[in-house]
């Protein structure tokens, strides 16, 4: 297998079985980009089974609290209970397992903790748990990924279900691909990772110079200068290895090294 890793994701109706026997449902949403990361399909299932839905912004770390502010004001517009944390940073981590505590119908109870690859699903548990016990990781299909569905108990007759994430169907083309496979496993890495440029520097311009030091923006020129900087050729026609650039793109967009976010304005746009 060359170290390549097949990921597993969940099915559909592994989650459905998952949602139906939990008491709540977390969905978790990568803050930076709502949009894209918040599945439409498991929330109407979870509507669909008279669940108590919360859905969790995740990684506010990385925007400005007023962006944070904004997303959940926008969300919870459309009728949805709504928290904005940062599992790595411990934000908000201790109001959101109160607020859990305060919507569970009964007790004991179970938290199905829901959403696309990489929002930070483990990480929330760990962070409510108060010690390690999910595994996390940051790349898809990278050691530490969520592989099946784990229960962890946060505090007597709490308990939280993790669970692999699920493929990204409405966070559309490149978000399924990026999310859905590991880097190291795409076949044509260099189209999405292209449109990965794009989409990050609409948001923020000088994003790829901050990240490398590159000062074009044309995603393709991007990925030549990036693998020529590293040394990055084909063994024989010395061009260079942009597939190679591709994956470290989406690589680090994974690992935060490349900073963006999509402001709230867009969606009142969209
Ligand atoms: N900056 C920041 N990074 C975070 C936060 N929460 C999680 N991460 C990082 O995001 C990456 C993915 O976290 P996981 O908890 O493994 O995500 P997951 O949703 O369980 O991933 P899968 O199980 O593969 O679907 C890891 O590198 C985490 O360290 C956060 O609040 N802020
Ligand atoms: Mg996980």
Same mark, same amino acid.
């Given at each position: 297998m060359n170290g390549v890793m097949a990921m597993e994701l969940a099915s559909w109706r592994l989650l459905a079985r998952t949602i139906k026997n939990a008491d709540v449902v977390v969905e978790v949403v990568d803050i930076r980009d709502p949009i894209h990361t918040r599945s439409r399909r498991v929330e109407s299932m979870v509507n669909a089974l008279d669940k108590e839905l919360i859905i969790v912004l995740n990684k506010s770390d990385l925007v400005p609290r007023m962006v944070a502010e904004k997303w959940k004001r926008i969300i919870e517009g459309?009728?949805? *209970?709504?928290? !904005?944390? &940062? /599992?790595?940073?411990?934000?908000?981590t201790r109001v959101l397992r109160g607020f859990i505590k305060s919507v569970a119908p009964i007790k004991p109870f179970s938290v199905a903790v829901v959403g696309y690859p990489k929002t930070g699903k483990s990480s929330i548990i760990n962070a409510l748990r108060g010690r390690k016990g999910a595994s996390t990781s940051p790349i898809?299909?990278? #050691?530490? !990924?969520?592989? &099946? +569905?784990q229960l962890l108990k946060i505090e007597p007759g709490f308990y939280m279900i993790d669970t692999p994430g699920v493929i990204p169907i409405e966070g559309g083309w490149p *978000? &399924? +691909?990026?999310?859905? $496979? &590991?880097? @190291?496993? =795409?076949? @044509? #890495?260099? $189209?999405p990772a292209m449109a990965l440029i794009e989409r990050i =520097?609409?948001?923020?311009?000088? /994003? +790829?110079? @901050? /990240?490398?030091? +590159? *000062?074009?923006? @044309? #995603?393709l020129m991007i990925l030549e200068e990036l693998a020529r900087k590293r040394g990055w050729f084909y063994k024989l026609d010395k061009e260079p290895l942009i597939e190679q650039a591709a994956r470290t793109i989406i690589r680090d967009y994974h690992k935060n090294k490349i900073r963006f976010y999509v402001p709230p304005e867009e969606y009142l746009l969209s």
């Open positions: 459309q009728g949805f *209970e709504v928290m !904005y944390v &940062s /599992a790595t940073r411990r934000l908000g898809p299909g990278s #050691p530490g !990924y969520t592989k &099946s +569905i *978000e &399924s +691909i990026i999310r859905g $496979r &590991s880097p @190291d496993e =795409l076949v @044509d #890495p260099v $189209r =520097l609409k948001y923020n311009p000088r /994003a +790829i110079q @901050d /990240a490398y030091g +590159i *000062e074009t923006r @044309d #995603p």
